[in-house]
């Protein structure tokens, strides 16, 4: 029988990800805390936290994760459609609280949200430290869409988006996309697959693929502090 491990306090290696439980598929851990140490031990490692108000920190690694390699990313028609229209402004850390704040706000036919006030506490440490990045996209110079995530060496780990009008968190997400690949970044660790992401190019890896393409990557040296500011418009 496998059994999820219990963290304390301290700050100790996490087990590895093949020990992750098949029901519910991928958790590994809970408890513990969100300080920057742990969180970025977590991403180097294939691990993130996902739980509820109320419940203790769950540390996930499911057996199937979503991934995108920045030098194979092809936007669909549609999608090209919108980029080379431009009508959006994309900005990069220009605002991270704001975007992280309406990340947490509740969706439609949703009750809650399961990024915590903890949750937003750490990731804006994790920014101020350089580790956590956001993507605005605005119009009119209002902030209509954005996400956010953390970097590890080459890997950029998606954690939220949003969008107040129609297609501006996807075309953050492809914005981001090329950026990764203009800096050298090899893998966007998207997490769960869902139909949403697939829409917007993911694939999917079993766990031990995956985690061979992370060692890789989040060893590689690249630069996100040289993305800053204003990014230029999209051209084919």
Not at 67 to 83: E, G, T
Not at 184 to 191: E, K, N, Y
Request: charged share 15%; aromatic share 10%; glycine share 6%.
């Amino acid at each position: 029988m496998t059994f999820v491990q219990i963290l304390d306090s301290e700050i100790s290696p996490f087990p590895d990800i093949n020990q992750a439980l098949d029901e519910p598929d991928g958790l590994l851990a809970m408890g513990g805390d969100l300080s920057s140490q742990r969180l970025l031990m977590a991403y180097r490692n294939g691990i993130f936290p996902w739980y509820e108000q109320d419940q203790p920190i769950l540390w996930w690694s499911p057996s199937i994760r979503a991934v995108i390699y920045p030098d194979q990313f092809r936007p669909k028609r549609s999608l090209s459609k919108v980029l080379r229209q431009n009508r959006f402004e994309l900005v990069w850390n220009s605002d991270f609280p704001a975007i992280i704040e309406q990340c947490q706000a509740p969706r439609a036919q949703q009750a809650g949200t399961w990024i915590t006030e903890e949750m937003k506490a750490a990731y804006l440490q994790l920014h101020h430290l350089g580790h956590a990045h956001s993507l605005a996209c605005y119009q009119h110079g209002k902030l209509i869409g954005g996400l956010y995530g953390v970097s590890i060496g080459g890997v950029f780990c998606g954690e939220s988006m949003f969008s107040l009008v129609s297609n501006a968190s996807k075309v953050a997400f492809a914005f981001l996309i090329r950026c990764a690949h203009e800096i050298g970044a090899t893998l966007i660790d998207c997490q769960i697959p869902n139909n949403h992401l697939l829409s917007l190019g993911s694939i999917s890896l079993p766990r031990e693929l995956f985690k061979q393409q992370l060692r890789q990557a989040v060893n590689r040296e690249v630069s996100w502090s040289s993305l800053k500011g204003d990014l230029p418009i999209w051209r084919q």
